[in-house]
T-cell receptor, first 114, second 115 residues
Framework: KAGVTQTPRYLIKTRGQQVTLSCSPISGHRSVSWYQQTPGQGLQFLFE???????NKGNFPGRFSGRQFSNSRSEMNVSTLELGDSALYLC?????????????FGQGTRLTVV | AQSVTQLGSHVSVSEGALVLLRCNYSSSVPPYLFWYVQYPNQGLQLLLKYTSAATLVKGINGFEAEFKKSETSFHLTKPSAHMSDAAEYFCAVRLPTGGGNKLTFGTGTQLKVEL
C-alpha cells in the first residue's frame, strides 16, 4: 500500500513570502500530524488534524497554519517566511487505534528560506 | 508534560560491536515509547515501540529495547553493529490519553559505524 506522500520535496522561498506544503496520508488514516525538524531544535510538533479538525497544536506562531480536507489530505501554510523557518517539514499519518499505534512518516519537504 | 532525553548526540562503534543508545523519559502517567530511525534525506521509520504489553521489546533489524520504569529508561540496543545501521535515531514518547497522536521526540543520536 502506498506510503505517506509529501509534495514538493524541495522548496526555495524568499523572506516574506508564504508557502504551502502538502501531505497525502496512507489510505484509511484520518490523523495527520506535522513536525518541523531543524539541527538546532530537533523535531518539534506543529499540529495534528483528525477528521478535518485540529486536535492538537504545538508552540508555534500563528504564521504556521494547517488544514485537512475530507479525503484526509492535509496542507500546512507558513506566511511571512523568516530565515529561521528553513527546515525539513515532516508529515505523519496515523490510523486511529490508540496511543500505541505507529505513526508513518513521509520523506519530508525541505524548505529553504533565503 | 512529557519529555525525552537522549544522552549522547553522537555515538561511534566498530562494526560487530554492541550498540547502546540511551533514552530517558519524563511523564506524569505511564507513557507509550517509540524508537525511530532516520536515514539521510528520509523520513522516520519505526524500529520498535513499548505499549505496556512486555518490558523487553524486539524490533526490526535486530534492535531491541527494555522499558525500565524504576529508571525511567528505554535504551535501544543491538548486539552487533552493521555498517547499514549508521543513521540518526530518535526516541519518542506519547501520552496514553489527551494528546491525540502527538509524539514528543528526543534530540536524536547520530550513530556512526566504523570498520
Amino acid at each position: 500500500k502506498a506510503g505517506v506522500t509529501q509534495t514538493p520535496r524541495y522548496l526555495i522561498k524568499t523572506r516574506g513570502q508564504q508557502v504551502t506544503l502538502s501531505c497525502s496520508p496512507i489510505s484509511g488514516h484520518r490523523s495527520v500530524s506535522w513536525y518541523q525538524q531543524t539541527p538546532g531544535q530537533g523535531l518539534q510538533f506543529l499540529f495534528e488534524y483528525f477528521s478535518e479538525t485540529q486536535r492538537n497544536k504545538g508552540n508555534f506562531p500563528g504564521r504556521f497554519s494547517g488544514r485537512q480536507f475530507s479525503n484526509s489530505r492535509s496542507e500546512m501554510n507558513v506566511s511571512t517566511l523568516e530565515l529561521g523557518d528553513s527546515a525539513l517539514y515532516l508529515c505523519a499519518s496515523t490510523q486511529e487505534g490508540g496511543p500505541g499505534t505507529e505513526a508513518f512518516f513521509g520523506q519530508g519537504t525541505r524548505l529553504t528560506v533565503v | 508534560a512529557q519529555s525525552v532525553t537522549q544522552l549522547g548526540s553522537h555515538v561511534s562503534v566498530s562494526e560487530g560491536a554492541l550498540v547502546l543508545l540511551r533514552c530517558n523519559y519524563s511523564s506524569s502517567v505511564p507513557p507509550y515509547l517509540f524508537w525511530y530511525v532516520q536515514y539521510p534525506n528520509q523520513g522516520l521509520q519505526l524500529l520498535l515501540k513499548y505499549t505496556s504489553a512486555a518490558t523487553l521489546v524486539k524490533g526490526i533489524n535486530g534492535f531491541e529495547a527494555e522499558f525500565k520504569k524504576s529508571e525511567t529508561s528505554f535504551h535501544l540496543t543491538k548486539p552487533s553493529a552493521h555498517m547499514s545501521d549508521a543513521a540518526e535515531y530518535f526516541c519518542a514518547v506519547r501520552l496514553p490519553t489527551g494528546g491525540g497522536n502527538k509524539l514528543t521526540f528526543g534530540t536524536g543520536t547520530q550513530l556512526k559505524v566504523e570498520l
